[in-house]
């Protein structure tokens, strides 16, 4: 069990990686699979070794390995909060169909957060589709009627209006 426990955070700690990556792009409206992650300052494509989460940043102390501009610290602190919270939710819920629903619930909220943190913006492009998404999978995994969700949405969605 340990081993899991363990693979499950180091997978987390990863995903926060990607997250980061996703939340910087959204919000410069730009594409979440390419180019490549690069220096900000020096746009050097940063390789392999340098995207392992939270180790990098600190056996880079902080700082691109070719222009020495200081990496943000919204990077392991979204690392971390990725792994955390998705650990948590795993934890909590176990290996049960719930854990579908809770994970997208979890993602959506990290990706708010760093997108918030930065540009004080919490995107539709994220929590539009993710609700229409979760909906759509209460219909197979929940333990109330799709009622239930549906209104709940319906309410969500009406605050955009």
């Known amino acids: 069990m340990l081993l899991l426990d363990i693979y499950v955070f180091f997978i987390a ?9 996703v939340a910087i792009r959204l919000l410069k409206k730009e594409s979440i699979v390419y180019p490549h992650s690069n ?8 390789s392999a070794l340098d995207l392992i989460p939270i180790f990098s940043f600190l056996l880079l102390k902080g700082q691109c390995r070719y222009c020495h501009t200081k990496i ?3 990077y392991p602190f979204g690392e971390l909060l990725t792994a955390s919270s ?10 049960e169909l719930e854990l579908i629903p809770a994970v997208m619930i979890t993602i959506v909220l990290i990706l708010s957060v760093l997108t918030d943190i930065r540009e004080q913006l919490i995107l539709d492009v994220i929590t539009i589709p993710a609700l229409v998404i979760l909906l759509i999978t209460r219909l197979f995994i929940g333990t109330e009627s799709f ?3 549906g209104i709940g949405g319906g309410l969500v969605l009406s605050c955009y209006s």
């Open 13 to 21: 700690l990863f995903l926060g990686s990607f997250f980061n990556v």
């Open 39 to 46: 220096c900000p300052n020096c746009n050097h494509k940063i």
């Open 72 to 74: 943000s610290p919204l």
């Open 86 to 95: 998705l650990f948590i939710v795993y934890k909590f819920i176990g290996f």
């Open 147 to 149: 009622w239930f969700y």
